[in-house]
T-cell receptor
Framework: DTAVSQTPKYLVTQMGNDKSIKCEQN?????MYWYKQDSKKFLKIMFSYNNKELIINETVPNRFSPKSPDKAHLNLHINSLELGDSAVYFCASSQGVRARNYEQYFGPGTRLTVT | GQQLNQSPQSMFIQEGEDVSMNCTSSSIFNTWLWYKQDPGEGPVLLIA?????ELTSNGRLTAQFGITRKDSFLNISASIPSDVGIYFCAGQSIATSGTYKYIFGTGTRLKVLA
């Protein structure tokens, strides 16, 4: 069974569209994350939820909105897509946010291409 | 945003050689972690370090949490072709305000020549 899964794996869309990426973890973890990896492979954290509460909200355009319906799911919705949003988006989860619980497990990534 | 500086940025080595890479920051972290990313996949955790000065091994990999808490090192002994990939360090801390910080390094791209 896949520990952290993301859908879709590939997403090609036009500028101005709205799209969502879904993430699910079956590890029983309390904390989930969204990362953006650009073409230079730099990994940047975007958001983190702990027990459905937003705990990390980095400076990203407000066109990006995370939603956590429960501890096992963290979705990412992007409005009015722009060319610069093209990247690989990774979901991750960790047991929690206390000491020795920060080890993150990553999903396979969603490659978003905006044309 | 802040990023951790990793060195070297990339390296080509011969199979069987030992590899060393490091990660430095201007900020203190409470936890240092090392991940490896294979092409087309997400990063996978290799080693986690929780205490300044801690030295931890995982097979041929050894990592250390710097005494100053501002750096960490990863060594790979007797490299093999499957060691190829991008190695990321990551630092984690919680400010007194309760703000969480989780930052990844710029990555070290390793290529192993058979």
């Amino acid at each position: 069974d896949t520990a952290v899964s993301q859908t879709p794996k590939y997403l090609v869309t036009q500028m101005g569209n709205d799209k969502s990426i879904k993430c699910e973890q079956n590890l029983g973890h309390d904390t989930m994350y969204w990362y953006k990896q650009d073409s230079k492979k730099f990994l940047k954290i975007m958001f983190s939820y702990n027990n459905k509460e937003l705990i990390i909200n980095e400076t990203v355009p407000n066109r990006f909105s995370p939603k956590s319906p429960d501890k096992a799911h963290l979705n990412l919705h992007i409005n009015s897509l722009e060319l610069g949003d093209s990247a690989v988006y990774f979901c991750a989860s960790s047991q929690g946010v206390r000491a020795r619980n920060y080890e993150q497990y990553f999903g396979p990534g969603t490659r978003l291409t905006v044309t | 945003g802040q990023q951790l500086n990793q060195s070297p940025q990339s390296m080509f080595i011969q199979e069987g050689e030992d590899v060393s890479m490091n990660c430095t920051s201007s900020s203190i972290f409470n936890t240092w972690l090392w991940y490896k990313q294979d092409p087309g996949e997400g990063p996978v955790l290799l080693i986690a370090l929780y205490k300044a000065g801690e030295l931890t091994s995982n097979g041929r990999l050894t990592a250390q949490f710097g005494i100053t808490r501002k750096d960490s090192f990863l060594n790979i002994s007797a490299s093999i072709p499957s060691d190829v990939g991008i190695y990321f360090c990551a630092g984690q801390s919680i400010a007194t305000s309760g703000t969480y910080k989780y930052i990844f390094g710029t990555g070290t791209r390793l290529k192993v020549l058979a």
